[in-house]
């Protein structure tokens, strides 16, 4: 059995939305996904926190480890320092998968 982690990355900074910061923020998901991570696919998508909708990067990925578990949890708290996130949502599923 594998595992599929779904992060879910919150873009703006603060209150700052602009597209500057958006576009700094994509590249951060980008980076620390590169860093902590072998594969994975990102997702451009709007989320809802807190009432307020913002712009988000969903990072996807599969493992055959429940120890890259620390790898996760290492992207996660780079990207809240860096990007001033008061939350991520991290999402973790037994999934079944071939390769065709």
């Not at 602009?18 to 696919?41: E, N």
Request: aromatic letters at 12%.
């Amino acid at each position: 059995m594998s595992l599929r982690y779904t992060i879910y990355c919150g873009l703006k900074v603060g209150s700052d939305a602009s597209a500057t910061t958006i576009r700094k923020s994509r590249g951060l998901v980008y980076d620390f996904a590169d860093k902590h991570l072998k594969a994975y696919t990102v997702t451009e998508g709007v989320g809802r926190w807190r009432g307020k909708t913002e712009p988000t990067s969903i990072v996807t990925f599969i493992t055959d480890r429940r120890t890259d578990v620390t790898k996760v949890n290492a992207f996660v708290h780079s990207y809240k320092w860096h990007n001033n996130q008061e939350s991520v949502l991290i999402v973790e599923e037994e999934v079944e998968i071939n390769f065709y």
